[in-house]
Nanobody, 125 residues
Framework: VQLQASGGGSVQVGGSLRLSCAASGRFLHANPFTLGWFRQSPGQEREFVARISKIQGRTHYADSVKGRFTISRDNTQNTVDLQMNNLTSEDTAVYYC?????????????????WGQGTQVTVSS
């Protein structure tokens, strides 16, 4: 499985960015896989951001981004997007697109089997 993320960049505090990720691979059509996003700041562990299931589009967000970030997916294109609004400096991190065969894996990073290469998001004042 390959995950290709795009859309990172630099933005000022209060601004918005949209991340996109394209998933490809044989298992995508045969499993109720979940897509999601993690992030990692320098010196910090990888942190769960959001996830969305394949069936019904069930979503779950980290408390730190709830109300500001929106995750969505297109099952026909096997893509997942993360719309990030009202960004703060604490959102600065490398963002990783993730996927897993489970219907709704836990928020721990070890629960996710597939990781993209990461895209940098920098929020400055």
């Amino acid at each position: 499985v390959q995950l290709q993320a795009s859309g990172g960049g630099s933005v000022q505090v209060g601004g918005s960015l949209r991340l996109s990720c394209a998933a490809s691979g044989r298992f995508l059509h045969a499993n109720p896989f979940t897509l999601g996003w993690f992030r990692q700041s320098p010196g910090q562990e990888r942190e769960f951001v959001a996830r969305i299931s394949k069936i019904q589009g069930r979503t779950h967000y980290a408390d730190s981004v709830k109300g500001r970030f929106t995750i969505s997916r297109d099952n026909t294109q096997n893509t997942v997007d993360l719309q990030m609004n009202n960004l703060t400096s604490e959102d600065t991190a490398v963002y990783y697109c993730v996927a897993d065969r489970a219907p709704f894996p836990t928020t721990g990073p070890t629960a996710w089997d597939y990781w993209g290469q990461g895209t940098q998001v920098t929020v400055s004042s």
